[in-house]
């Protein structure tokens, strides 16, 4: 049974750093297009960072120069490497990827999500 778990959230000062990670377990044969989501409170889920297949990654207006999203594919986990921290980023922070997962003799590509990870920016 393919998961995905993230880790990494927690609570932490404006101008800090955190690393979340979103690690894909089960038959996995590859993480396909794999993306960050954050949504605050009384907010729509909005897309954060992604790096499509074949492309380089894309962020967010309001992260750009200080969220780097990474994948490392023999472990099979995907990175959000999060600095200078604001208040405005604290949400629950999701991430999603259409994974090929392979059963015997049957390959399946199925959109996939975490259950998430909170982030707190305060002091």
């Known amino acids: 049974q393919v998961q995905l778990v993230e880790s990494g959230g927690g609570k932490v000062q404006p101008g800090g750093f955190l690393r979340l990670s979103c690690a894909a377990s089960?038959?996995?044969?590859?993480?396909?297009?794999p993306a960050w989501y954050r949504q605050a409170p009384g907010r729509q889920r909005e897309l954060v960072a992604t790096i499509p297949d074949g492309a380089a990654p894309n962020y967010a207006d309001s992260v750009k120069g200080r969220f780097t999203i990474s994948r490392d594919n023999a472990k099979n986990t995907v990175y959000l490497q999060m600095t200078s921290l604001k208040p405005e980023d604290t949400a629950d922070y999701y991430c999603s990827a259409w994974i090929t997962s392979r059963s015997g003799a049957v390959i399946t590509r199925k959109e996939y999500w975490g259950q998430g990870t909170q982030v707190t920016v305060s002091s």
């Open positions: 089960g038959s996995v044969t590859w993480i396909g297009s």
